[in-house]
């Protein structure tokens, strides 16, 4: 695992009526820049992300893919009014990032409240599900990450 | 999730599809997106959609028209609309022509889950009620007969019990009311299920032909009876004999009959062996046989060996609330006989047909359906496709039960050119019942007309 450096948010990704960003415009931009012997690709944003059908999002990924996103901007305390607090921030940031990480080896929403994959729609649901992966999404993973099974992405 | 939840999304803006279905796919659920309403007219037949997710306005099509759309070709679809202009006018339109909701974009996340989620309990619902409709249906009926009334559901159980006997049955009732079936469903459920079940309808023919038909005769037995031909009695063998229409038969043919039930036994006409009867007998009538008995018509000690077990089946008027039942078989059976796919019948319909007293039964009450499933032009019958022989209030203050249905039958006659077979389908009676009500009524065709 490595980290690529800074990567500027794409200006079209910017939509001005909504004053949020375009999750999908940017990650596809991560995709793009992504070094060739990548096996998956994480962007972390401060920007507030939304698609065009949802108010907002946490992060986007693409199932089955390499590229996954997650935004800072709803997991801090001060988003909601109340005092930063470092250990809820990166408790947040964990299970969102190992979330959209779940989508690229394929998992889609478990509908355990435990698991890292349970869908969170509030950061209500963020702090109430597990920080890990179920037993069923954790089988799935390690079938997609067994030896030889894993294939490098090469760019289209 | 047990069953895959299929979304159909239907918008023009390209980012709108993908960013719905990779959000919906993301959560499990199976997603296909249309570009327009013309692709997803295509794409609607080739599967059951749990929801379809329609763009308000899209040029061509708009969310509205293809919403009706949908719901003509399948009345219950739901549909979610989708706006991102929040007017309240569009609402209520939306929900007026039969949208489960209305949502505008973009979507709270957790109203989507939420309104998705309470799709899938609907249609859970739904199903359950299907399954819970199919599994009260079962109780409802006895082979081809079906009722929820109290009355017909102790025959049903009735039934179920003396099928196992060998006793003579007598089964009363008006014509239409399903003697027939009544004795099929009897056979069905007896042991004699595998051997023939033969009807005879004893008031459709002549006392020489009856008793011919009835027993059989030899070879020379009179002029034309040139090889051997077994009677009905003889057929019937193992099985069941249903004679309709009892109280029709003459009173030598009634003395013969009840000859052959004491004793078990009978020879063919001009036959000098004895042939043993191995047959269940089942007899009907639409008479009133101690009424008949008391005008010297119908011989008492046949009917105390015919009324072993008596079931009188109710007319349909005593029973409205099997109509819907009724019509809903009916309807069935005539979709895979026509192949439609005709759903019900519309609410006024419906009015119409539970306030009409159905002089002729079910079997008017089929007739009438099956008419009105050759005429309908949409998946539901309206009542402009309720076609019924007499204006349902017309002359019920001041008439007798008979006298109306004397003025009806001559009605029906004058209209049909005194054409029996017509004037019978019409009155959803049989040819030989008409003829019974003729003789009853005295009616006469009058000169001229």
Request: hydrophobic content about 40%; charged content about 30%; proline content about 3%.
């Amino acid at each position: 695992m490595k980290a690529t450096g800074n990567m500027p948010v794409p200006d079209h990704s910017f939509d001005s009526a909504r004053n949020q960003y375009h999750s999908t415009r940017i990650l596809k931009e991560i995709v793009r820049e992504a070094p060739h012997d990548s096996l998956k690709v994480l962007g972390v944003t401060e920007k507030d992300l939304c698609i065009p059908i949802l108010t907002f999002v946490y992060g986007e990924a693409q199932l089955n893919g390499i590229g996954a996103l997650v935004s800072l901007a709803r997991l801090r305390q001060e988003f909601y009014g109340a005092h930063p607090d470092e250990d809820i921030f990166r408790d947040r940031l964990h299970k969102e990032a190992l979330h959209e990480l779940g989508h690229t080896f394929g998992l889609i929403h478990c509908s355990l409240i435990e698991c890292l994959m349970h869908l969170s729609n509030t950061i209500l649901d963020v702090d109430r599900k597990g920080r890990a992966f179920c037993r069923h999404c954790q089988q799935a993973i390690h079938s997609k990450i067994e030896p030889g099974r894993i294939s490098r992405w090469t760019r289209r | 999730m047990d069953q895959k939840v299929n979304i159909l999304i239907v918008d023009d803006e390209e980012i709108v599809r993908d960013s719905l279905s990779s959000w919906l796919i993301d959560d499990g659920y199976e997603a296909v997106a249309a570009e327009n309403g013309t692709k997803a007219l295509e794409v609607f037949p080739s599967r059951a959609w749990d929801l379809c997710l329609v763009d308000l306005k899209m040029p061509g099509i708009d969310g509205i028209q293809l919403m009706e759309e949908f719901r003509r070709q399948v009345p219950d679809q739901l549909v979610i609309i989708m706006t991102a202009y929040a007017t309240v006018d569009t609402a209520v339109k939306a929900m007026k022509e039969g949208a489960y909701d209305y949502m505008v974009k973009p979507f709270n996340p957790e109203d989507l889950s939420m309104t998705i989620r309470k799709i899938i309990e609907h249609q859970r619902l739904v199903r359950e009620n299907i399954f819970l409709r199919k599994e009260l249906k079962k109780q409802y009926r006895l082979h081809d007969m079906i009722s929820k009334n109290d009355r017909v559901l102790e025959i049903f159980d009735l039934v179920r019990t003396v099928a196992r006997s060998n006793s003579t049955v007598l089964i009363q009732g008006e014509s239409g009311t399903g003697k027939e079936l009544l004795a099929r469903a009897i056979h069905e459920e007896s042991p004699r299920r595998e051997a023939p079940f033969i009807s005879v309808s004893c008031a459709s023919l002549t006392e020489t032909l009856l008793e011919s038909e009835l027993f059989g005769y030899e070879k020379g037995a009179f002029t034309g009876a040139d090889a051997l031909k077994r009677g009905k009695l003889e057929l019937a063998q193992d099985g069941t004999l249903f004679l309709d229409e009892i109280g029709d038969i003459s009173l030598k043919l009634q003395m013969d009959l009840l000859r052959v039930l004491e004793q078990k036994e009978f020879r063919r006409v001009g036959g000098s062996n004895l042939i043993s009867i191995t047959s269940r007998i089942i007899a009907a009538t639409n008479r009133d046989l101690k009424k008949a008995i008391g005008e010297g018509k119908f011989r008492d000690d046949l009917y105390y060996r015919l009324n072993v077990i008596s079931i009188t089946l109710p007319p349909l008027r005593e029973r409205k609330e099997d109509v819907p039942l009724l019509v809903e078989h009916f309807i069935d059976r005539f979709n895979i006989e026509m192949d439609k796919k005709v759903e019900g019948v519309s609410t006024g319909a419906m009015r119409v047909l539970m306030e009409h007293d159905w002089p002729g039964n079910a079997r008017e009450l089929r007739n009438v359906i099956e008419r009105a499933m050759v005429v309908a032009k949409d998946t539901r019958i309206s009542e402009a496709d309720i076609s019924l022989p007499v204006s349902r209030k017309e002359g019920s203050n001041s008439k007798s039960l008979g006298d109306m249905e004397k003025d009806h039958i001559l009605r029906i006659l004058v209209e049909n050119r005194w054409n029996i077979i017509r004037s019978a389908q019409v009155l959803g009676i049989d040819r030989v019942t008409l003829y019974n009500k003729i003789k009853k009524y005295e009616l006469k065709k009058e000169v001229g007309v």
